[in-house]
């Protein structure tokens, strides 16, 4: 069992910047891709970043490159996104997710063990 917390969202203008966190309880973090996904009113809830288990290799979404960075500390259990530049359009409830024991990134989208309780993210214009 995982469990999921995360913190750091709120409100800032466009052209800012947040930092997301999300703390991992349980001995398998270090064995599982971690992703951050997002969801806007009225959205479907969408990928935005994942990072492999030993936090060698990361993918995105394509509207944040280059924008937002993901990390991990496998000895803290946390990974964390940090989102520069932002845009009202990255407005939503961003989740961390957990995926499946030694699953890779690239398919974390369809592999999600676990969700965190989700933090809101406001980027006003």
């Known amino acids: 069992q995982v469990q999921l917390v995360e913190s750091g969202g709120g409100l800032v203008q466009a052209g800012g910047s947040l930092r997301l966190s999300c703390a991992a309880s349980?001995?398998?973090?270090?064995?599982?891709?971690m992703g951050w996904f997002r969801q806007a009113p009225g959205k479907e809830r969408e990928f935005v970043a994942a990072?492999?288990?030993?936090?060698?290799?990361?993918s995105y979404e394509d509207s944040v490159k280059g924008r937002f960075t993901i990390s991990r500390d496998n000895a803290k259990n946390t990974v964390d996104l940090q989102m520069n530049s932002l845009k009202p359009e990255d407005t939503g409830v961003y989740y961390c997710a957990a995926g499946r024991e030694f699953g890779s990134r690239t398919t974390l989208p369809r592999e999600v063990e676990y969700w965190g309780q989700g933090t809101q993210v406001t980027v006003s214009s």
């Open positions: 990072i492999s288990a030993s936090g060698g290799l990361t």
């Open positions: 349980g001995r398998t973090f270090s064995r599982r891709a």
